[in-house]
């Protein structure tokens, strides 16, 4: 704080801790991540082509792939420029997420081995999926990072099976403190069911005062669980589109290697 406070006296028209700013490509005034947790049909359905109609690109965190369409599907989804990440294979989750929970795919009865092991198993899936990508990104199920009685990101670190991992947040939570960001738990935000366009719209804004960055979290969209209509998934993207001179919209791979280069 003192080094701060000594580099205002001398540059009276920098911002205290500047630091906690950082400079958009093509002079936009935030970033934004849409991100897709769980590979949903409702994401290939629904999702993706919105996302196409507008130009933009999303990042869907997959644990499953199931059946040759469905791989193609992915396949051609890549091939437009949205990003496949890992989501594990089985998305274990806490028992206190709901009853219907499968008990053998609970957090409580995982070992951190299991964990990784599904990790690199993903990963490899996504290889052949998306054999362009040079590596995939990761998201924690249920925003959960605790296996067992233990935190698993120092064992996903020294796996090195993952580079950049988001996890959850709080409500319309923004980052903006990007030189002690944790790339192994960027945080973001999840949206709960039913969540209006103009609540989209308002995060979208809060992002953008801030100067910072924002990571929508959605699940389905239109169908499926934690729903987002598709009316007002499609209202925050034509939003974005018509203002691509204040937003940075690009993948959370792409924003992810852009910040930690430029951090400083």
Not at 20 to 40: C, R
Not at 198 to 203: G, L, P, R, S, T
Not at 219 to 224: C, K, L, R, T, V
Request: aromatic content about 12%; glycine content about 6%.
């Amino acid at each position: 704080m003192k080094s701060c406070y000594l580099f205002l006296l001398v540059f009276i028209s920098q911002p205290l801790c500047s630091y906690t700013q950082i400079k958009w490509p093509h002079d936009a005034k935030a970033a934004i991540v849409l991100s897709y947790d769980d590979g949903m049909h409702s994401h290939l359905n629904t999702a993706i082509p919105q996302l196409d109609q507008y130009g933009l690109k999303g990042t869907f965190f997959i644990n499953n792939i199931t059946g040759r369409n469905e791989a193609v599907s992915w396949m051609n989804a890549a091939g437009k420029g949205h990003e496949l990440a890992n989501h594990t294979l089985n998305h274990p989750c806490p028992a206190a997420t709901g009853n219907s929970w499968p008990a053998h795919f609970t957090t409580e009865v995982y070992s951190i081995p299991r964990y990784i092991h599904e990790i690199r198993i993903t990963n490899e899936i996504l290889s052949i999926v998306d054999p362009n990508a040079k590596y995939t990104t990761f998201a924690y199920p249920c925003n959960n990072t605790i296996i067992g009685n233990a935190d698993i990101l120092a064992a996903i670190k020294k796996s090195k099976l993952v580079k950049y991992a988001r996890g959850g947040g709080k409500p319309m939570q923004i980052v903006t403190d990007f030189k002690s960001l944790h790339f192994l738990h960027v945080p973001s935000w999840p949206i709960p069911e039913g969540t209006s366009a103009d609540a989209f719209i308002e995060y979208a804004n809060k992002v953008k005062n801030a100067g910072g960055l924002g990571i929508y979290q959605f699940h389905g969209i239109g169908d499926q669980w934690i729903k987002t209509s598709k009316e007002d998934h499609e209202a925050l993207l034509l939003y974005l589109s018509l203002h691509k001179n204040e937003y940075w919209v690009a993948t959370f791979k792409e924003v992810m290697e852009y910040v930690e280069k430029n951090k400083q």
